[in-house]
């Protein structure tokens, strides 16, 4: 350090000159806010002073007027006094790459809705002002939905979520095409959203096909085209797995089932707002899609519907959503879905390229420092975000525990399966053995994550592998 | 907007008006009734200028410049 520093409590903050990047500390008695350090900070409001973590030097900063040192940032930390109100310290320092799991809500999605909440709270079917303030809200977050697909506003109703749209399209198009029919064709590696519903469709006298996927958890097109009868009425096969990452090959099977006339749905919960999708050339007739994976607030998804497709009403009452779906929108979410949509639209390319930067370093970084860990899912058509590996010799809720303790959120197998001790039924599909599965870790990236982010967590995974090993030497399969 | 009952309809050519620049010139075909007193008025509040008003065979056609 130089010249001319001063040092002290000053609420209004100190600048530093000494810095390249200008650091800027202020002195604040309840802690201090700290940009660009990736993780492993503490930061205490005590005057017995803080220890940041990832600087070489060993910086103290203590929040005493008499004095600080600081050692050399080059990424130029900002250490800001905060009057508005402190983010919490475990914010601070977390790295999140759980983007499959969800999404944080972007600050203009946030712009976006609060209107919606603090003024425009009419119901959108009143016929005054009121109400038409909030339906012009629905109505143009349904253009952006429609636009995002390549679809018309009147073919997307607003659900609740990601899932109640599975649910909906395949019972609704059970039972709309009944007499049509009662044979349905998805696959083994579905979100449960529609296993589950494929399920319960069984118990109610529909015959379903699952069809299995190739190692690389890819659904063959032919096997679809094999498995039709004259009684298939709907193929439902997801865009992207969120478990592996592998993307499906929709354009092709959305084709074989126009040429049999057969309805083609893709739960597009992953992709939506990822990949560009467009429900005319794929040959969609309908989709799911979940607000809160793309940068939207949760409680809000979407179906798509095209017209002249049959799909009975599911929630029953009020006549919302073109009578198929009652009951009094939920307008700050819809709003909030509208303009998450609008976004992605615009960056598309640019996240993609970005995530998959981030995601190619670190799957090649682990699979240089950590030994007998592999890669699942398709290497090459996968989402531009998902690193999914099995870790021989740990078992994956121990690695997801350990790297949490890090300041890390990842995942094992899929969200809905943290906190089960079954393996992934994807994984199981793609034959990868139990105990392989067992060692299941899902990093998935987003448009926040810094390479920084990635270095850190490069530096902490192959060190808690190590010690999961070390504490149970059971010889990796 | 035929076969669209208000608000809708007004909201959907509110909309529309949004992603036109000024001077642009709107057509829109309302029902007979409601709609063809409620839009227009709702134009004007709007601040848009309403060009013309014509009976046609269907309903009634409206020409919004917008401001």
């Not at chain 1, 200008?22 to 350090?37: L, N, T």
Request: charged fraction near 20%; proline fraction near 6%.
């Amino acid at each position: 350090m130089e010249t001319k520093v001063a040092v002290g409590a000053q609420p209004s903050g100190m600048r530093i000159g000494a810095q390249p990047s200008g650091m800027r500390i202020g002195a604040q008695p309840s802690g201090m806010r700290i940009g660009a350090q990736p993780s492993g900070m503490r930061i205490g409001a005590q005057p017995s002073g803080m220890r940041i973590g990832a600087l070489p030097s060993g910086m103290r900063i203590g929040a005493q007027p008499s004095g600080m040192r600081i050692g050399a940032q080059p990424s130029g930390m900002r250490i800001g006094a905060q009057p508005s109100g402190m983010r919490r310290s475990w914010r601070m320092k977390r790295i999140y790459l759980d983007h499959a799991a969800t999404t944080p809500v972007r600050p203009e999605v946030v712009e976006a809705m609060l209107p919606y909440l603090r003024e425009r709270w009419g119901n959108p079917s009143s016929l005054h002002a009121d109400g038409s303030t909030a339906l012009e809200g629905v109505e143009r977050a349904r253009g952006h939905v429609a636009s995002l697909l390549g679809a018309q506003p009147d073919e997307i109703i607003f659900t609740g979520s990601g899932t109640e749209a599975d649910n909906r399209a395949l019972i609704g198009v059970s039972a709309a095409y009944a007499e049509k029919g009662r044979h349905i064709i998805t696959s083994m590696i579905e979100h449960h959203a529609i296993l589950d519903t494929a399920k319960f469709l069984e118990r109610m006298g529909a015959r379903v096909t699952y069809l299995p996927v190739d190692s690389a958890g890819r659904v063959d097109p032919a096997s679809v085209r094999e498995a039709m009868t004259e009684d298939t009425v709907l193929v439902s096969i997801m865009h992207a797995n969120n478990e592996v990452g592998t993307v499906q090959p929709i354009d092709e099977i959305g084709a074989i089932c126009r040429e049999r006339g057969v309805l083609f749905h893709t739960d597009a919960v992953q992709t939506a707002g990822h990949l560009p999708i467009n429900v005319r050339e794929a040959h969609i007739d309908l989709l799911s899609l979940s607000a809160h994976k793309l940068y939207g607030p949760k409680g809000v998804g979407a179906l798509f519907v095209r017209k002249g497709r049959r799909l009975p009403s599911f929630v029953h009452g009020g006549g919302q959503e073109r009578g198929r779906r009652a009951s009094t929108e939920n307008v700050p979410g819809i709003v909030g879905l509208g303009e998450a949509a609008r976004l992605a639209a615009g960056e598309m390319e640019s996240e993609s390229a970005h995530n998959a930067a981030l995601r190619d370093r670190l799957i090649a970084g682990l699979l240089d420092r950590v030994s007998e860990v592999r890669l699942t899912g398709d290497p090459v058509r996968r989402l531009p975000n998902n690193a999914s590996l099995c870790v021989a010799g740990a078992e994956g809720e121990s690695l997801l525990l350990n790297l949490d303790l890090e300041g890390i959120s990842v995942s094992s197998g899929s969200a809905c399966a943290s906190g089960s001790l079954e393996p992934s039924h994807v994984l199981l599909a793609m034959g990868i053995p139990a105990d392989v599965a067992r060692g299941s870790l899902r990093v998935t990236v987003g448009r926040d994550t810094t390479p920084e982010e990635i270095s850190r967590f490069l530096e902490v995974c192959p060190t808690v592998v190590d010690r999961l090993r070390k504490m149970a030497p059971l010889s990796p399969a | 907007m035929r076969g669209t009952a208000c608000p809708l309809n007004w909201v959907k050519t509110k909309l529309q008006l949004e992603e036109m620049s000024a001077g642009a010139v709107l057509e829109v075909l309302v029902d007979d009734g409601s709609p063809a007193r409620n839009v227009p008025r709702s134009v004007c509040m709007e601040g848009h200028l309403l060009l013309e008003t014509s009976v046609v065979s269907d309903g009634v056609r409206l020409l919004i410049e917008k401001r």
